[in-house]
């Protein structure tokens, strides 16, 4: 399947940012073969600059990660098994780009000029190019005309939620990626207390989403049943758990899709809340 994000096999997710810093090294290298030919040059060169682009690709990656990490460093110090959970996609990606020409530039500092521009213009256009991509068929921009059932079986439209910034979460108690972040979801709902937060559950009975809250020992202001899973359906949203971020004024800000981290939660939280302190 396509999603308005990824690329999604089964269970993997291809982001399209990724596939493109993917592309982009794929054309520096057919134009490098291109180059190599015309330019005559050596097996050493040439052995140099391919294999520079793939460690490139890695140098970037994990520079992503590690900027990501030190500009929430104050959540992570609070738990910081975090920082290598990379499944969060909390990676800072101006930051991987800049990592990776640089290393690519000084891997193959022997080039001409000419051929540094060429190469590092190829690239960064690509990636550049990603950027636009968050904004790229958003299956939706306001809250869609629905309403859910709560636990007391009373409707409850997704429209009452304008005027507060909203999370909406999509769970359910068999998945665990969702259980996972579900002590992340309810810290935030005690911590942010102009948020609503909204936990969605697909597919389940009231008696089964309560039972396992009770069990767990959560609670939640804003607990509403999908059986039908016509959220997920109307948003484009593979996969459990699924997150939608919406501001004050019921606009789609984000959506994130996989287990949420404290330091990738922030990040959505300030977004939806614009220039407004969270707490």
């Known amino acids: 399947m396509i999603s308005a994000e990824a690329i999604h096999l089964g269970p993997f997710m291809l982001p399209f940012p990724l596939l493109l810093v993917l592309l982009a090294l794929v054309i520096v290298y057919v134009v490098g073969r291109i180059l190599q030919k015309k330019q005559q040059w050596s097996v050493q060169t040439w052995q140099v600059f391919s294999d520079s682009l793939w460690t490139t690709l890695w140098v970037g990656l994990i ?3 590690l900027a990501f990490v030190l500009l929430n460093l104050d959540v992570y110090v609070a738990s910081p098994i975090d920082m290598i959970k990379i499944q969060d996609k909390g990676f800072h990606f ?18 001409k000029l000419e051929n540094k521009v060429i190469f590092v213009t190829i690239f960064t256009l690509i990636c550049a190019f990603s950027l636009g991509l968050k904004q790229w068929q958003k299956p939706q921009s306001f809250y869609p005309n629905m309403q859910f059932s709560s636990l007391e079986q009373q409707q409850t439209p997704l429209k009452q939620f304008i005027g507060k910034p909203t ?17 992340v979801l309810a810290q935030a ?10 936990m ?10 309560q039972a396992y809250l009770t069990k767990n020992q959560f609670s939640f202001q804003h607990i509403l049943l999908d059986p039908q899973g016509e959220l997920a359906k109307e948003m484009k949203m593979f996969g459990l758990p699924s997150t939608l971020f919406f501001n004050a004024q019921g606009q789609l800000v984000d959506r994130h899709m996989g287990e949420l981290s ?13 220039s407004d302190h969270l707490k």
């Open 167 to 183: 999370v909406i979460n999509l769970w359910a108690s068999w998945c665990p990626p969702c259980h996972r972040e579900m002590p």
């Open 200 to 209: 969605l559950n697909q597919g389940e009975s009231a008696e089964k989403v």
């Open 94 to 111: 101006y930051g991987g780009v800049i990592a990776g020409v640089a290393w690519f530039l000084w891997k193959n500092r022997a080039f």
């Open 262 to 274: 404290p330091a990738m939660l922030q990040q959505y939280l300030k977004k939806i809340s614009n």
């Open 63 to 65: 520079a992503a990660r």
């Open 189 to 198: 709902h005690k911590d942010f207390k102009q948020i609503n937060f909204v």
